[in-house]
């Protein structure tokens, strides 16, 4: 099934993580990283959510799902180890308008979290379709190795260069044409470096 890949603006919006065990404990990573104000509710918390919970980076009702935890939730993860309670995390979420991605049967859901390479603000995500996370994962792994912190600076350089020529006054067809050149001249430069040649 065709997925619509997009990047959300989660910055302080609440998600909601149904579970507190060790996928519960990756996706809450994922969206704590994202900037989201992160609720978990579960009866049981792994380590290292009592430990994020200690910090006050998330906030935790401990306690058996209930509907009107999605209060308020802009996006909603179904993590717990019981298929229905799943299942009605999905149900809930979808009646009231929120996106929300179930762990354990995806089909149920609106959404996946895909593997993702971070090189500074560039972001590599990979998806199978929900058919093997782990090929996502190996997927992502093999361009880590070629994609390395110097893309990085060099996003940083071309974004800088960007700004400036953004201000000029220039046509936009002309600006596309600059912009495309100066990523081409970088790139090249990165793969001089990377060859050593
Ligand atoms: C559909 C999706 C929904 C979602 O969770 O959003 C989903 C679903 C399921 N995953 C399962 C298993 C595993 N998932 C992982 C790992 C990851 N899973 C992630 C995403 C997704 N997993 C979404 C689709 C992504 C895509 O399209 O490829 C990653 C990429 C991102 C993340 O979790 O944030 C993260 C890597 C994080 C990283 O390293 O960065 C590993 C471990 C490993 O391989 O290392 C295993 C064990 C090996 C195996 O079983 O494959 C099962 C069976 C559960 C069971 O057995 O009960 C289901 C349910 C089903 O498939 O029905
Ligand atoms: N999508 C993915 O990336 C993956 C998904 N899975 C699936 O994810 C599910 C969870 O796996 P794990 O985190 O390893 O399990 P786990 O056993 O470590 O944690 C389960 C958690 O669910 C909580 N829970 C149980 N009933 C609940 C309820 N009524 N309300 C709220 N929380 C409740 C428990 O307290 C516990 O914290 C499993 O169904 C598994 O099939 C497993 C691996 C990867």
Do not use: H, W
């Not at 990047?7 to 609440?14: A, F, V």
């Not at 994609?147 to 596309?176: F, Q, V």
Request: net charge neutral.
């Amino acid at each position: 099934m065709p997925y619509l890949t997009l990047n959300i603006d989660i910055q302080d919006r609440t998600a909601l993580v149904v579970g507190g065990g060790t996928v519960a404990l990756r996706k809450v990573g994922t969206l704590l990283a994202a900037g989201a104000r992160v609720q978990v509710v579960a009866p049981a918390l792994a380590e290292g959510l009592e430990t994020l919970r200690q910090l006050g980076a998330i906030s935790v009702r401990s306690a058996s799902y209930a509907p009107a935890d999605l209060e308020g939730v802009f996006l909603a993860v179904a993590a717990s180890d019981n298929r229905e309670v799943n299942a009605g995390v999905a149900r809930d979420a979808r009646e009231r308008g929120i996106l929300v991605a179930v762990a354990n049967a995806p089909k149920l859901g609106t959404c996946t979290f895909p593997a993702i390479l971070r090189r500074g603000e560039l972001e590599i995500a990979v998806s199978s379709g929900g058919r093997c996370p782990a090929f996502s994962v190996q997927v992502r792994d093999r361009i880590a190795a070629v994609i390395g912190e110097e893309y990085a600076t060099a996003l940083e350089r071309l974004a800088a260069e960007r700004e400036k020529l953004l201000t000029e006054g220039n046509g936009s067809t002309y600006n596309a044409k600059l912009v495309r050149f100066q990523a081409e001249r970088v790139l090249g430069q990165l793969a001089v470096d990377r060859d050593g040649a």
